[in-house]
């Protein structure tokens, strides 16, 4: 940072009592001010403040080039040590969805209520979309903690981070998306126009998980233990959403207020639609009251009060 010069003024002389000369300085336009004061004087700022939330969307959108080019480059260096490489991205989730039809569909009996052919898309189709959110929000938490060379080193806006990190869980799972549509086929769900909704469902699920991953990263980056807490609330919530089983089915001899608790909740929203977009024997029985509103409603809420959330602490990443 550039200091403005100042102006030096020149030595004033008097003579003392034995007739020599002593020079004495005039007093600097500086002299009594604090150093804020200084900084208000010549123009200063502090490195790192945080801007207004409009000029933040401004800069961010600047770098809108960067959040891609760093969400593929991560994308791409993901399994660049595994032999089987990209492949994983739709290996790993289809064989949870295998573990799970085994432990779930076979031995529990989770699968009642619901016909072979529409459990098994059932279940991968749930395995898929809650392990976007669940990567989305595992990501955000490292996003600052796990960069802090980056950050301490180069000036840009923070929140490109977690975005960029959610982005690239998104086009994983569009990848993944080609295998999703092939398991819903070979079970008798075949291309339609209800296929068409899968679109507002996940940019919708992409709002919601950006948020998450904003939120979790301003809180990861205060407490880095909370990347260790985190698998186990996010196994809880799984097993809370209707990953593995029809809620309103099983739940059905329970007290409505608690299915409609675990349908209301965000994963368990963003699973049924993309459920009744893409199977055929899933239909609109199986969905909670004006679920597009509360899907939109997650959506937004937690997209414009993550971002602002994450924002207010903008200056205080990569410090300490």
């Not at 001010?33 to 200084?38: D, E, V």
């Not at 295998?98 to 749930?126: C, E, Q, W």
Request: include cysteine; charge should be positive.
């Amino acid at each position: 940072m550039r200091i403005p010069k100042t102006k030096v003024f020149p030595l004033v002389s008097e003579t003392t009592h034995d007739g020599t000369v002593a020079p004495s300085a005039t007093a600097l336009p500086a002299e009594g001010l604090t150093a804020a004061q200084l900084a208000s004087k010549y123009g200063l700022t502090v490195s790192g403040a945080r801007p207004s939330l409009v000029e933040y969307v401004r800069q961010l959108w600047a770098r809108r080039h960067f959040i891609l080019a760093f969400s593929r480059a991560k994308l791409t260096a993901q399994y660049s040590q595994a032999k089987l490489g990209q492949l994983w991205q739709v290996a790993t989730p289809l064989l949870n969805a295998a573990v799970y039809f085994f432990i779930f569909g076979m031995i529990l009996k989770a699968n009642r209520g619901l016909s072979h052919d529409v459990y098994i898309p059932f279940l991968v189709t749930g395995v898929f979309v809650f392990t976007f959110t669940q990567s989305s929000v595992m990501v955000g938490v490292r996003a600052i903690s796990g960069n802090l060379g980056l950050v301490r080193a180069l000036h840009f806006p923070r929140a490109s981070l977690p975005i960029s990190f959610a982005l690239q869980q998104l086009q994983q799972l569009l990848y993944s998306l080609i295998v999703l549509f092939a398991v819903a086929t070979a079970f008798g769900s075949y291309p339609d126009l209800s296929w068409l909704l899968i679109v507002p469902a996940l940019a919708l699920q992409f709002l919601f998980n950006t948020g998450l991953a904003l939120v979790f990263a301003r809180a990861g980056s205060a407490t880095p233990d909370l990347a260790q807490l985190m698998p186990f609330v996010l196994r809880t919530w799984m097993y809370a959403s209707g990953v593995m089983f029809s809620i309103p089915i099983f739940l059905a001899d329970k007290p409505q207020w608690l299915a409609n608790v675990l349908q209301w909740n965000p994963a368990a929203i963003y699973m049924d639609l993309m459920r009744f977009a893409l199977i055929d024997g899933y239909g609109a029985e199986n969905l909670p009251d004006h679920v597009w509103a509360v899907a939109v409603l997650w959506a937004v809420c937690l997209a414009i009060g993550g971002f602002i959330y994450f924002w207010k602490a903008e200056e205080r990443y990569g410090r300490g």
